[in-house]
């Protein structure tokens, strides 16, 4: 019942997390990145920030976004099949957004999948706009890419 579980908190990446942020990324894309790339990415990139949401200590999203001298590219947003459509995508843009903001970047940038307009959508209702397409960008369907920026 939704009253018994606990808020969603937005916390930091800790490796103590990675089995099941890996475990979301299988079930979310096509092409998965591997566990060890997750790894390398959120602990020894020192562009990378990544973030999980937490409901009742359990991982239920994260999202991954690098900071490129003045810019921000979202790698990855994700949350689990059984908790999506309840905000939680959100809360992680926002506080990707936040994070953004406080380290003076001048917009962030993503690519999509042409045909996952749940994301799009989600994007666009956070100021996100399309600005080109990379064509043929997917390597498992040469599904184009909607490239899309939020100015900050």
């Known amino acids: 019942m939704k009253g018994d579980m606990e808020v969603t908190k937005i916390l930091p990446f800790d490796i103590k997390y990675i089995d ?3 475990g979301i990324e299988l079930d979310s894309f096509s092409i998965p990145w591997s ?3 997750l790894e390398k ?3 020894e990139n020192k562009m990378s920030i990544y973030l999980v949401a937490l409901e009742d200590e359990k991982v239920v999203g994260y999202a991954g976004m690098w ?3 003045t810019e921000g ?3 990855n947003v994700a949350v689990s099949p059984d908790f999506r459509r309840r905000g939680i995508a959100d809360m992680l843009l ?3 957004t ?3 903001v406080k380290k003076e970047m001048i917009g962030i940038t993503l690519e999509v999948r042409m045909n996952n307009v749940a994301a799009q959508g ?3 209702k956070h100021g996100y706009k399309v600005e080109g397409i990379r064509k043929n960008y997917y390597s498992d369907t040469k599904e184009d890419a909607i490239i899309m920026w939020k100015y900050l």
């Open 41 to 43: 990415d959120a602990i």
């Open 98 to 100: 936040n994070i953004a």
């Open 94 to 96: 926002t506080e990707l």
């Open 73 to 75: 590219h979202i790698t």
């Open 20 to 22: 099941d942020i890996y």
């Open 35 to 37: 566990k060890d790339s």
């Open 122 to 124: 989600l994007y666009l």
């Open 67 to 69: 900071h490129v001298v």
